[in-house]
């Protein structure tokens, strides 16, 4: 069974500079979640979707980031414009969803550095 | 505020030995426990999760919850080399709902 992909895996930008990150889950899974992990800290939540329905967005920086799940498979997530403080990994994973508990997978990540 | 809580380290435990790692939530209504393994350099994966009625054992790995002080702990018996990586504990349920609430993980080395 194939994993999360993600691509790119590094991306080095200047501030105020765009950038987009892509995830494809893993085939079947109804829930794909982004999160941003600075080192030295745990995942943040950044968004959740279900299939191609945003869950939750409550902790994502709206006048800059964006995701979208066009089609409830792959999904981008955009930062523009960045800032020094968005330097960190970002973190795909997709779970089955529905009822009970479901394991989240994780994809490789990107690691993004803003100078 | 919801929170989980846990110790950064380095914890340092000879090989062989018994790994204790703890998690402290702040959600009395968290109904769901998760630990995930966070080598250096990679994704987190799934060691195991426990519901709020009962402890869990799979192979060397134990997840032990104590409701009254909300914290839940991760054993870890006869730890190896491989075992060294950082430990993160997520909690599900409560006010949190359906999200994942994540601790900052603990570093645990094993010295051979």
């Known amino acids: 069974e194939a994993g999360v992909a993600q691509s790119p895996r590094y991306k080095i930008i200047e501030k105020r500079q765009s950038v987009a990150f892509w995830c494809n889950p893993i085939s079947g899974h109804a829930t794909l979640y982004w999160y941003q992990q600075i080192l030295g800290q745990g995942p943040k939540l950044l968004i959740q979707f279900q299939n191609n329905g945003v869950v939750d967005d409550s902790q994502l920086p709206k006048d800059r980031f964006s995701a979208e799940r066009l089609k409830g498979v792959d999904s981008t997530l955009k930062i523009q414009p960045a800032k020094l403080e968005d330097s960190a990994v970002y973190l795909c994973?997709?779970?089955?969803?529905?009822?009970?508990?479901?394991?989240?997978?994780f994809g490789p990540g990107t690691r993004l550095t803003v100078l | 505020q919801k929170e989980v809580e846990q110790n950064s380290g380095p914890l340092s435990v000879p090989e062989g030995a018994i790994a204790s790692l703890n998690c402290t939530y702040s959600d009395r209504g968290s109904q769901s426990f998760f630990w995930y393994r966070q080598y250096s350099g990679k994704s987190p994966e799934l060691i195991m999760f426990?519901?709020s009625n009962g402890d869990k054992e799979d192979g060397r790995f134990t997840a032990q919850l104590n409701k009254a002080s909300q914290y839940v702990s991760l054993l870890i018996r006869d730890s190896q080399p491989s075992d060294s990586a950082t430990y993160l504990c997520a909690v599900k349920g409560g006010f949190s709902n359906y999200q994942l609430i994540w601790g900052a993980g603990t570093k645990l080395i094993i010295k051979p």
């Open positions: 426990i519901y």
């Open positions: 994973a997709s779970s089955l969803g529905g009822a009970g508990e479901n394991e989240q997978f």
